[in-house]
């Protein structure tokens, strides 16, 4: 059974940093997609990124050239660096993981099977 663990989330001011990792375990799929998704109270779930095996990303719109998506494949671990943080970048964050074997599977995946508990992002203005 695949488990994620998401850790990194915190309170910053709008400019500033933080870098989010997702630790996972239980997973003998070597072709997989992950990403990372956010929510805010009150507001439906948000894209933020994915990357495949082959570190291959895609980026939502509102985070595209401040957020950084990598991965080491050898620790099993996903990071999100985010930069010049906004307030609009509040919400819980969770990273998710699902197999598949191509990239253009990845992208078009809308049913992440394996979820993590989430860590909180708070910017404030």
């Known amino acids: 059974q695949v488990q994620l663990v998401e850790s990194g989330g915190g309170s910053v001011q709008s400019g500033g940093s933080l870098r989010l990792s997702c630790a996972a375990s239980?997973?003998?799929?070597?072709?997989?997609?992950m990403g990372w998704f956010r929510q805010a109270p009150g507001k439906e779930r948000e894209e933020v990124a994915r990357i495949d095996r082959f570190n291959n990303t895609r980026y939502g719109e509102n985070v595209k050239g401040r957020f950084v998506l990598s991965q080491d494949v050898s620790a099993s671990t996903m990071y999100l660096q985010m930069d010049n943080l906004k307030p609009e970048d509040t919400g819980m964050y969770y990273c998710a993981a699902v197999g598949v074997s191509t990239w253009q599977a990845c992208i078009s995946e809308v049913n992440f099977g394996a979820w993590g508990q989430g860590t909180q992002v708070t910017v404030s203005s």
């Open positions: 239980g997973y003998s799929d070597s072709s997989y997609c």
